[in-house]
């Protein structure tokens, strides 16, 4: 009985002084950060206790160039204000920058319309080549004799078709390179497509 008394007490001991000693996970996050403030001041690191709110960040890139007419901003060579002149000069009529707008998407359109166009009718002859190529190959190998007999001229025919078939082909693959071009070009120049 005595050693279970014995262990009791040191068992609330323990206790006792590990309660004593132990300090909040916050108090030891908070001295944490205060030892490493004081290590390596040199280091900038942003959380959300030290960010700024009121200043503005800084983004990152070049810093822009500076005007190199800025100082002379003040006068220029007439002696007048360029906040005036600017101030005198009307501002762009929005209803003609509309109408330039819509005329310079109107010539875009056209022109993919167009580059459109001819990748359809080459596409008709290639398909109206390929077409006539399998007929005539049909009718060639219907006939065993005939193609014994013409076997040459047959030979001949056939690599002038595929000729013609890989010429199309490239010409239509071309042209659908150039569309791709013109829709590239219509996008850096600002003309929406609809399709």
Known sequence: MKRMVWMAIGAL?????SSASAQSLADVAR??????????????????????????????GPAPAADPNAGNQATDPNGSD?????AATPAPDPKAADAERQRVADE?????????????S?????????REYRLRAAAMYADAGNRLRNAASW???DADFKKQIDE????????????????????????????
């Not at 205060?34 to 959300?48: E, G, L, M, T």
């Not at 875009?108 to 359809?120: F, G, H, N, V």
């Not at 080459?122 to 390929?130: A, G, K, P, R, V």
């Open 82 to 86: 360029p906040s005036a002149q600017a």
């Open 108 to 120: 875009w359109k056209s022109k993919l319309d167009a580059q459109k166009q001819k990748i359809d």
């Open 13 to 17: 001991l323990l206790l006792a002084v």
């Open 155 to 157: 030979d001949k025919e």
């Open 122 to 130: 080459l596409n008709h002859e290639l398909d109206l080549t390929q």
């Open 31 to 60: 001295s944490t950060r205060k030892q490493k403030a004081q290590q390596s001041p040199a280091k900038r690191q942003y959380d959300n206790d030290n960010m700024p709110k009121s200043d503005h960040l800084s983004v990152v």
């Open 168 to 195: 199309k082909q490239k010409a239509v693959d071309a042209a659908k390179q150039e569309l791709d071009n013109l829709q590239e070009q219509a996008r850096k120049a600002g003309a929406r497509q609809r399709e």
